[in-house]
């Protein structure tokens, strides 16, 4: 969502608030949006984005019912796949991804390049298929690698305790570790700390309330029934 620059008398004017009003705009934003977002239209709410990180705005109870409204309509941006490979860092989990990938090489070569007529287009395919993942499965290695070698020095009397840990990780299913993942980046987002994803779109969106008052409506009426 493309924001338009900031005007504090546009927004003052709009709500009918003298220039002296307090919380103001521009002192305290975050205060000023708590108390007045669900008044104010898409395009002047989202003016704030200039002058307010996501994080910040997650103290705003409009705007975490708004992103939590989103992350349970299961946005694709949100979804495994795409996540892990936006975020590969957090992705903690087996190296499935690299077989994945793998595969989709291999079947490219196998039914698209000169439609897999020649019987030495699968032995290429199958060779593709093992280099991608191979190189895959590298690249995570490295990632990771690189993180844990820029994390602190952990005191040697932890060591066991973490060697613990990492044996119960091993164990786990990978369905286990893919719902740990999807509800790790659920939280992140909510709490502003994703990078490299849009959050004006939702924490301006004024018809992700809509959404949230029918919710409660539904809710009423079952209730009620």
Not at 61 to 84: H, T, Y
Not at 103 to 124: C, I, N, P, Y
Not at 162 to 169: G, I, L, P, R, V
């Amino acid at each position: 969502m493309a924001s338009t620059s900031f005007n504090e008398h546009a927004l003052l004017s709009y709500l009918q608030l003298p220039d002296s009003h307090e919380p103001s705009p521009s002192g305290d934003p975050v205060s000023f949006l708590s108390k007045y977002i669900l008044r104010l239209p898409q395009h002047l709410s989202v003016t704030f984005s200039s002058i307010t990180s996501p994080k910040e705005r997650t103290t705003i109870p409009a705007v975490r019912n708004r992103r939590l409204g989103w992350v349970k309509s299961s946005p694709n941006e949100l979804s495994f796949e795409s996540a892990r490979r936006t975020w590969p860092v957090l992705w903690t989990g087996s190296e499935r991804r690299g077989i994945e990938e793998g595969d989709e090489e291999k079947r490219w070569a196998e039914s698209d390049f000169m439609q897999g007529t020649e019987k030495h287009v699968k032995k290429l395919g199958a060779l593709l298929g093992q280099y991608e993942e191979e190189r895959e499965v590298q690249r995570l290695r490295d990632i990771r690698r690189q993180r844990m070698a820029a994390e602190e020095f952990v005191p040697e009397e932890d060591s066991e305790s973490e060697e613990d840990e990492n044996a119960e990780t091993a164990v786990e299913s990978f369905e286990e570790q893919r719902k740990a993942f999807e509800r790790q980046i659920h939280e992140m987002f909510i709490y502003g700390l994703l990078d490299q994803i849009d959050y004006d779109s939702v924490d301006f969106n004024d018809s992700l309330d809509r959404d949230i008052e029918r919710e409660l409506e539904e809710r009423w009426f079952d209730d009620d029934d």
